[in-house]
């Protein structure tokens, strides 16, 4: 089950470790000083984060 990449409405080829956690690409929304905005809606500034990176390490190990 873990060798399998998780596809699905939330995830995409995500990775299940060891413990049981899927590890899912995420976006985060900073948001953007008045200054750094171009017009009413363009209030965010979207940042790309790679499940290794946004979540916590596994204490059993890495991913398998």
Partial sequence: MREL???DFI??????R???RV???LYLLQVKKPEESKSKWDIYNPR???GEEAFR???RGTVR
């Fill in 11 to 16: 995830t995409k080829n995500g990775k299940v």
């Fill in 23 to 25: 590890l899912r690409n």
């Fill in 48 to 50: 790309h984060r790679s």
């Fill in 18 to 20: 060891i413990d049981g």
């Fill in 57 to 59: 390490r596994s204490i």
């Fill in 5 to 7: 990449p998780v596809n």
